[in-house]
């Protein structure tokens, strides 16, 4: 099958920035949009970002202008650069990734497990 793995969080001050990287691994085909999502404690899960396999991106607009998705198809990786870092940032963070797992089969989202952001003095 297929694994996302998110790793990067961590505490930061408010100002300072990150890098996310979630790596995709096993019977990959072919990966088209991959994205970043997060999820506050008592909120619901909210698009952060996304990029198509064309590297055409998309952001809310909480987010636009400090964070920059990129992609390494290369590595089956996607990153999220985060700067300015705001307390209203902290949450979990989790990517997903359109996996087909064969020429003819249908794309499918998969989903990493999180990594916790905190931004707090």
């Known amino acids: 099958q297929v694994q996302l793995v998110e790793s990067g969080g961590g505490l930061v001050q408010p100002g300072e920035s990150l890098r996310l990287s979630c790596a995709a691994s096993?019977?990959?085909?072919?990966?088209?949009?991959m994205a970043w999502y997060r999820q506050a404690p008592g909120k619901q899960r909210d698009l952060v970002g996304s990029?198509?396999?064309?590297?055409?991106?998309d952001y809310a607009d909480s987010v636009k202008g400090r964070f920059t998705i990129s992609r390494d198809d290369s590595k089956n990786t996607v990153y999220l650069q985060m700067n300015s870092l705001k307390p209203e940032d902290t949450a979990v963070y989790y990517c997903?990734?359109?996996?087909?797992?064969?020429?003819?089969?249908?794309?499918?989202?998969?989903w990493g497990l999180g990594t916790q952001v905190t931004v707090s003095s």
């Open positions: 997903s990734a359109e996996v087909k797992i064969g020429r003819w089969s249908r794309p499918y989202a998969y």
């Open positions: 096993g019977s990959i085909f072919s990966i088209s949009t």
């Open positions: 990029i198509t396999s064309g590297g055409t991106t």
